[in-house]
């Protein structure tokens, strides 16, 4: 049985990146790039002013100035500023020559039609000046970072329409269990509804990932054998809920060694996902998650939302959180890594919730955050820090 830190570098580094492919840019959003984003411009592309107002000497701003102009955004101003001289200018307008500042409007007193006094002695630039935020040739997005709306942005001013990523995953996802029935069945004496294949098809598509839901396999050896042939000839990551344990109906690990994948661990040192199995074929990697839904959710946010990250190319991965514990708490046995479903207060503290288990599904809808608790350590008091995870 592994540790978590060792369970989860051995996962990462039998990670196979997806291939890569240009993609339009307004449906980047999600990929992971594949190339840095290199500008085609200067940003500004000339001295522009940053705010409404006169564009004049500095070595003037006591005197009497003469309006000789208006500059609006796009125009092109046809004048030179000369001693005691200004244009009236708006944000985003290149600054006319002979200037080497801008006075706000509303610091301004208009004496007539086109005089006017500044009625400061002292005044900011208030210019951008060309490049001064990024210059030609610059790399401004670096390859392996996942794209977020303010990186469409970055894109769009530099002119990367079709910017090159990685592909996202064909991510499988097969329940297990004879007890089990779809959302929309009503559940027999000894049923219970599905909610773990729905959980984690949610979590993957709030990974950017795409789900392929291939339903439940009854606990039949023959069953199991024939969904994981499915997914092995259709997925780049198959995700199992249940049927991973040591029960004499929990075929997933044997039928995942038939079909030709090596299992590199079958159990971890944790609690909530000790029997968290993972294996890699040639074309494909598998996790096993246990069959109780607080396990499966946890496994899939501590383990394989940065294994799929690394699939798609992304160099971040989770990064947790330290913040202070605002009460008491004390757990009956540390004899594993333990994750604590928690809130956040008022007080930015961390608040674990009511948990029974690894089964107590409403524990982790009432969580902003979870944090582990080390094996060994039975209680933390309040005011030590914890290093959560938000979820």
């Known amino acids: 049985m592994l540790r978590f830190e060792e369970a989860y570098e051995l996962a990462l580094s039998h990670v196979k990146t997806l291939s890569c492919f240009n993609v339009d840019l307004l449906d980047s959003l999600g990929y992971t790039l594949a190339e840095d984003v290199i500008s085609d411009i200067n940003m500004p592309p000339f001295d522009k002013s940053s705010m409404d107002g006169y564009a004049c000497k500095m070595s003037d701003i006591q005197n009497e100035l003469e309006v000789i102009e208006v500059i609006a955004a796009g125009d092109v101003s046809q004048k030179i500023i000369l001693t005691n001289q200004c244009a009236k200018i708006m944000t985003g307008a290149k600054v006319p020559v002979g200037a080497d500042c801008v006075l706000m409007v509303e610091d301004i007193e208009e004496i007539s039609a086109n005089k006017i006094r500044y009625l400061k002695a002292k005044t900011p630039i208030n210019i951008s000046f060309c490049a001064e935020d990024i210059k030609k040739d610059a790399v401004v997005l670096p390859k392996g970072i996942k794209i977020k709306p303010q990186h469409i942005a970055i894109m769009a001013s530099v002119g990367c329409i079709q910017p090159m990523v990685y592909k996202k995953p064909v991510v499988t996802v097969i ?22 294949a729905f959980q984690i098809i949610s979590q993957l598509e709030r990974a950017n990932a795409t789900a392929n839901y291939l339903g439940i396999a009854g606990d ?3 069953e199991t054998d024939d969904i994981i042939k499915r997914a092995l000839a259709e997925s780049d990551l198959i995700l199992i809920t249940g049927g991973v344990s040591m029960g004499d109906f929990d075929f997933v690990p044997k039928v995942l060694k038939a079909n030709g994948f ?5 159990s971890i040192l944790m609690k909530p996902g000790k029997p968290t199995v993972f294996g890699t074929h040639e074309n494909c990697a598998v996790f096993g998650f246990p069959g109780n839904p607080v396990a499966a959710f946890v496994v899939f946010e501590i383990i394989v939302k940065d294994f799929m990250n690394k699939m798609m190319g992304c160099l971040e991965k989770s990064k947790p959180i330290t913040l202070s514990l605002g009460t008491n708490f004390k757990r009956s046995k540390a004899d594993r890594l333990g994750w604590i479903p928690s809130i956040i207060n ?3 503290e961390v608040i674990p919730v009511e948990y029974h288990g690894s089964a107590h599904l409403h524990s982790i809808c009432n969580a902003d955050v979870i944090f582990p608790i080390q094996a060994g350590i039975s209680e933390i008091h309040k005011g030590e820090k914890v290093h959560v995870r938000q979820i």
């Open 346 to 348: 008022n007080a930015g």
């Open 262 to 266: 090596h299992l590199h661990f079958e």
């Open 175 to 196: 329940a297990t269990g004879s007890e089990l029935v779809e959302p929309d069945s009503i559940p027999g004496p000894t049923q219970i509804r599905n909610s773990n």
């Open 220 to 222: 039949s050896e023959k």
